[in-house]
């Protein structure tokens, strides 16, 4: 008796140690599940097209916004972009002006929650869809996205909260109740609630779930398969322990991190590039014949432009309202210095890191063409490119990277970890300062945030790429969809602000301090 005791209780480690991938693996099967159940209705409400098209209204609704801050600020994009050098280099700086951080800082924290997995997983998926078309219409969108960025982040300064201790509170649903009361005008308190919520939901998806995603995608692609929980919980505790130190703790590590990141990526990128150089133009021309083509793709011309502006929307978050956060923090007492300084993240993070990413992809030969017609081939729903090996996501620009060196996808599986860390403890801030907006501000309040947030991490690692990417674009979405109805209100506050700006600084009036 006592020898089958015993034999039972050696025998089970044994077992257990036998089923623990099993079981590990219907955990992630039963979250991904239950997520995928109860997020679809939000999904289809925000995706859903204009009757009788495939047209999203979202689409339409962001193109539209871009479109009309770049004519009402007169192409403010092109004409502020040396001085934004300049202020970003802090030459306009005052070191006495209220705030958290510098210009640099507020970019590169703003710019470490765009410049991401969108970048890397996002235009993989533009491109799968629609084709080397798609990447015309991602820098078109970078570009008026520009101004959007400007017009949030002007607003974000200027009607933040500036507490006694040294910290501000800012962003759109700041800006929704103080500006919509100053012009007298009806529901911004009731926007900025919806705002909150929204940014919540989005910092969850979009911000966190994602990033954990598509960063266990690429480290078990490297290190071979294995449950997604287990990236959560380690990110989770990364992630925890830096946001817990707050807005300056966040700052630090992403003024560092960030330009490491980006340049180590685009270096990456060069380097494929130059060794490919004779099919530059050849890529190109297949990004210009498929943006007003749509040639061999799936929806065409509308599908390409649709993919093209979803993704760098979701990319560069130009109109959601989320960099405003970030930027209203910035130390200055001029608010349109930092509306110069935030356009710049639609430039760097679209229209040169997502254009490195797609010609990569591209150039390397990634997506299947049939050698008789030079159309692509699509997989058998005809709803996506065909690629080699069948790579989606994240895994297709490994792939593209790692076609020219083999060892270049530990430096990218490098690069996915730190976009998604940083993407993540930026994300918090926001998701943050939406729940301290809604709750109030206070210590015991900001922890529940960070705890939950950090619960996230954990199932958006284990749940599928399909659910976690829909609720993502979705949540963060719906945050433009608020955010712009409050913009075109406030826009001329924005123009009397630049005039007066511009007028001071031709005259001498505003100087440098360095």
Same mark, same amino acid.
């Given at each position: 008796?006592?020898?089958?005791?015993?034999?039972?209780?050696?025998?089970?480690?044994?077992?257990?140690?036998?089923?623990?991938?099993? #079981?590990?693996?219907?955990?992630?099967?039963?979250?991904?599940?239950?997520?995928?159940?109860?997020?679809?209705?939000?999904?289809?409400?925000?995706?859903?097209?204009?009757?009788?098209?495939?047209?999203?209204?979202?689409?339409?609704?962001?193109?539209?916004?871009?479109?009309?801050?770049?004519?009402?600020?007169?192409?403010?994009?092109?004409?502020?972009?040396?001085?934004?050098?300049?202020?970003?280099?802090?030459?306009?700086?005052?070191?006495?002006?209220?705030?958290?951080?510098?210009?640099?800082?507020?970019?590169?924290?703003?710019?470490?929650?765009?410049?991401?997995?969108?970048?890397?997983?996002?235009?993989?998926?533009?491109?799968?869809?629609?084709?080397?078309?798609?990447?015309?219409?991602?820098?078109?969108?970078?570009?008026?996205?520009?101004?959007?960025?400007?017009?949030?982040?002007?607003?974000?300064?200027?009607?933040?909260?500036?507490?006694?201790?040294?910290?501000?509170?800012?962003?759109?649903?700041?800006?929704?109740?103080?500006?919509?009361?100053?012009?007298?005008?009806?529901?911004?308190?009731?926007?900025?609630?919806?705002?909150?919520?929204?940014?919540?939901?989005?910092?969850?998806?979009?911000?966190?779930?994602?990033?954990?995603?598509?960063?266990?995608?690429?480290?078990?692609?490297?290190?071979?398969?294995?449950?997604?929980?287990?990236?959560?919980?380690?990110?989770?505790?990364?992630?925890?322990?830096?946001?817990?130190?707050?807005?300056?703790?966040?700052?630090?590590?992403?003024?560092?991190?960030?330009?490491?990141?980006?340049?180590?990526?685009?270096?990456?990128?060069?380097?494929?590039?130059?060794?490919?150089?004779?099919?530059?133009?050849?890529?190109?021309?297949?990004?210009?014949?498929?943006?007003?083509?749509?040639?061999?793709?799936?929806?065409?011309?509308?599908?390409?432009?649709?993919?093209?502006?979803?993704?760098?929307?979701?990319?560069?978050?130009?109109?959601?309202?989320?960099?405003?956060?970030?930027?209203?923090?910035?130390?200055?007492?001029?608010?349109?210095?930092?509306?110069?300084?935030?356009?710049?993240?639609?430039?760097?993070?679209?229209?040169?890191?997502?254009? #490195?990413?797609?010609?990569?992809?591209?150039?390397?030969?990634?997506?299947?063409?049939?050698?008789?017609?030079?159309?692509?081939?699509?997989?058998?729903?005809?709803?996506?490119?065909?690629?080699?090996?069948?790579?989606?996501?994240?895994?297709?620009?490994?792939?593209?990277?790692?076609?020219?060196?083999?060892?270049?996808?530990?430096?990218?599986?490098?690069?996915?970890?730190?976009?998604?860390?940083?993407?993540?403890?930026?994300?918090?801030?926001?998701?943050?300062?939406?729940?301290?907006?809604?709750?109030?501000?206070?210590?015991?309040?900001?922890?529940?945030?960070?705890?939950?947030?950090?619960?996230?991490?954990?199932?958006?690692?284990?749940?599928?790429?399909?659910?976690?990417?829909?609720?993502?674009?979705?949540?963060?979405?719906?945050?433009?969809?608020?955010?712009?109805?409050?913009?075109?209100?406030? #826009?001329?506050?924005?123009?009397?602000?630049?005039?007066?700006?511009?007028?001071?600084?031709?005259?001498?009036?505003?100087?440098?301090?360095?």
């Amino acid at each position: 008796m006592r020898k089958s005791i015993k034999a039972a209780a050696l025998s089970a480690p044994l077992l257990l140690a036998a089923t623990a991938p099993a #079981m590990a693996q219907s955990v992630d099967e039963r979250v991904n599940e239950l997520f995928a159940s109860s997020t679809g209705w939000f999904v289809n409400l925000i995706f859903s097209p204009f009757p009788g098209t495939s047209f999203p209204w979202i689409v339409a609704w962001l193109v539209i916004a871009a479109t009309v801050f770049t004519l009402y600020f007169g192409l403010i994009q092109f004409r502020a972009f040396p001085h934004s050098i300049s202020l970003v280099k802090g030459d306009y700086s005052d070191p006495n002006d209220a705030g958290e951080v510098s210009h640099f800082q507020a970019l590169a924290t703003a710019l470490s929650g765009t410049v991401g997995l969108g970048n890397i997983a996002g235009v993989a998926v533009a491109v799968g869809i629609g084709g080397p078309g798609a990447t015309f219409w991602m820098i078109l969108a970078g570009l008026m996205g520009m101004a959007s960025k400007f017009t949030e982040c002007t607003l974000g300064v200027k009607y933040r909260n500036e507490f006694e201790d040294g910290h501000v509170s800012g962003g759109p649903m700041y800006y929704m109740t103080k500006g919509f009361a100053e012009r007298g005008l009806p529901m911004g308190k009731f926007l900025a609630v919806l705002f909150s919520v929204f940014c919540i939901l989005g910092a969850f998806g979009g911000g966190n779930m994602f990033q954990a995603n598509q960063a266990h995608a690429q480290i078990s692609g490297v290190v071979g398969d294995y449950p997604g929980w287990i990236t959560g919980v380690v990110f989770a505790a990364v992630v925890f322990a830096v946001i817990v130190g707050g807005l300056k703790s966040i700052a630090r590590v992403t003024e560092k991190v960030v330009p490491f990141m980006g340049v180590m990526y685009v270096a990456a990128a060069l380097v494929i590039l130059a060794m490919n150089a004779d099919k530059i133009g050849w890529a190109f021309g297949q990004i210009f014949e498929g943006a007003f083509t749509g040639a061999g793709v799936a929806g065409g011309m509308v599908g390409a432009l649709i993919q093209g502006f979803k993704r760098a929307a979701f990319s560069n978050e130009a109109g959601v309202g989320s960099a405003a956060i970030a930027h209203s923090a910035v130390k200055t007492k001029e608010p349109i210095t930092e509306g110069f300084v935030s356009l710049l993240e639609p430039f760097i993070d679209t229209v040169v890191i997502c254009t #490195m990413t797609a010609l990569v992809i591209i150039i390397t030969g990634q997506l299947i063409q049939d050698p008789n017609t030079g159309l692509y081939l699509l997989d058998e729903g005809a709803s996506t490119i065909q690629t080699v090996d069948g790579n989606k996501g994240v895994a297709l620009t490994s792939a593209a990277f790692s076609s020219a060196f083999g060892w270049f996808q530990y430096v990218l599986a490098l690069a996915v970890i730190l976009f998604a860390f940083s993407t993540m403890i930026s994300w918090s801030y926001y998701g943050l300062k939406a729940w301290t907006f809604l709750f109030g501000e206070g210590q015991t309040t900001e922890l529940v945030f960070k705890v939950i947030f950090c619960i996230f991490v954990v199932i958006g690692a284990a749940a599928n790429l399909g659910p976690v990417i829909d609720f993502s674009d979705a949540a963060i979405f719906a945050m433009a969809v608020v955010n712009i109805i409050a913009l075109y209100f406030l #826009m001329p506050i924005v123009k009397k602000e630049l005039n007066s700006y511009m007028a001071r600084l031709k005259s001498g009036e505003i100087k440098k301090y360095s």
